[in-house]
């Protein structure tokens, strides 16, 4: 059973105070399928890089811990994270761009079959086929010789779903996954990502805007906002009951446009506070302090001064 | 694993390959050019064997104009036009082609690395280029193969070097945009070696500029050849040669002697512009 647990997670631009992402921790189990939401800037993507050790060079990583069955990866001496293919591995957003256009996407599977798997060339050649079969490619041996320019969005992201399988991840991160897509493809893909995690026993780590998808699929979901991890849950409880401001004002914002009365109360929020204080209606002057992520029970977590109690401020 | 999924995909139809025709009407600079380079090789390759020797002096026929027995007329010395033209044709065309090649791969290679890898690699990398382009490239390759001395080895070599900071812009200016792009990211992630990315990622990706101009440095690289042997440098009298030949015929010309220079020139026009035709559509096009 493995399991990755990311804890205190801050990172920064090199020279600036403010904290990109602040203290922010969640946790994945095999077979798990975490959803991670929230509205553009909230630090999805960053929050993926930073995992992936794929910040770019003027952000450094500040703080935190990332585990995977107990085995630390970032060097705590030099803040710098070392992972393999087989622990982590990412689908990125826009499957074109992801793959190499000069090379064929049977070579492009085969040579992480070669590297990882120790096979001969001309068996990760046939296991290649084999897996772009899997991944629901039809005339995979036909796809297997096309260059990604002659394959549609959907076909390349289910090649990189095979490159990432390929590689037999411990832990699997889908970051914005069907954003490029056509929404036909994007059920397709989501269905595609879940049935992987399940047979593969892999985690996944679902960055998404879509909340319909994220009820459907994910087993837990981290709500993000301005760098800061405002709620985490099981999928149900945090849809149907949340218990933080934000959560509830992006579930809102699907629905209807929210207006937020704020009031004045002249505090900078993202230096000391929290992150939503300046759009939220029940801040006062202690969310000009850091909300800690406080634990409501074992595995629901909200970082809030003032979190929704009362069963009718859920609706 | 279980080959069943939950969906597939109407497989896709490649487009068919374009037909030789189409491809004419396409690009008929490009065929024109490559079917001038092809002839121009062709003689190249097989014509010294059927004309006589370049050398051979006949001092009793000099300055026979153009006729069946010799399609060029003769020089001076009784020389055969004709021969010598084929011959240095040879020369010529190989020293356009090596210099063009080894210049891409080195500057390709040397741009690929200073884009990749920046930092002060990438700092002392181009301002060492900034030098080099600082000089006209003819100046450049008159210095080097002044210095290098009189052969053909030594001109390829000067050449080649002042061709060089071209193709290290171009590739490291490619690397730097492809290098931010997710699929090297990807390869990266996929555990390939910082080293296996640049070359089998990067480069191939970084490598159509590069390549455009390497066929107009083919033609670049034999009229600066010429041009050089024009000038009494690099390559010597009486190697045939077009450039050494047009400027021996240079002063028959005063006498109404218009062939020992003419045809040479004209084949240097002719493969330069030949490589240029390419070159153009090539850049042209996608």
Redesign the interface.
Known sequence: MSELVVEGLTVGIRGHSVDLLRDISFSVASGEILGMVGESGSGKTMAALAI?G?LPPEIELRAGSVRIDNLELVNQATMTLQR??HQL??I???PQ???????KVGNQVS??LQ??RGLSRAEAKQRAV??L???????PD??AR?YPH???G??CQ?V?IA?ALA?KPQILLADEPTTALDVTIQA?VF??IA?VAR?EGCGVILITHDLAAVSELCDRVAVLYGGQLMESGSTRKVLDEPRHPYSRFLLDAGVRQVDSNTPELGVNFALTGCRFGHRCSRADEICGTFPPLSALTADRGVSCHHPLVRLEEFK | ???A????????V?SEPPTRKSFIRRQPMMTIGIATIVLLIGFAAIGPWFVGDPRATFPGSSFAPPSWSHFFGTDMYGRDVFARAVNAARLDLWLGIVISVVATIIGSLIGLVAGYWGGWVDDVVMRLTDITLAFPGFVLAILLVTVLGGSSTSVAIGVTVSFIPYFIRLTRAEVLGQRE???V????????SKLRVAL??VL??SLKPSLVQATLVAGWAITTVGGLAFLGIGIHPPTPEWGVMVAEGSNDILTGVWWTALFPGALIVIAASAFQFIGDDLGSKR
């Open positions: 992936m794929l393999s293919a591995t990412m990125f957003q826009q761009a992801a793959l190499n256009p000069t090379m040579r992480v590297m990882h084999q897996l079969d899997r991944v629901g490619i039809a005339g036909r796809v096309a002659q394959l549609s959907g076909m289910r990189m490159i590689c397709q269905d595609l049935e047979e | 694993m279980s080959e999924s939950l969906s597939r995909f109407v497989p896709p490649f792009l997710e699929y990211d990807g390869a990266i992630l996929a555990g390939n089998r990622h191939p990706n």
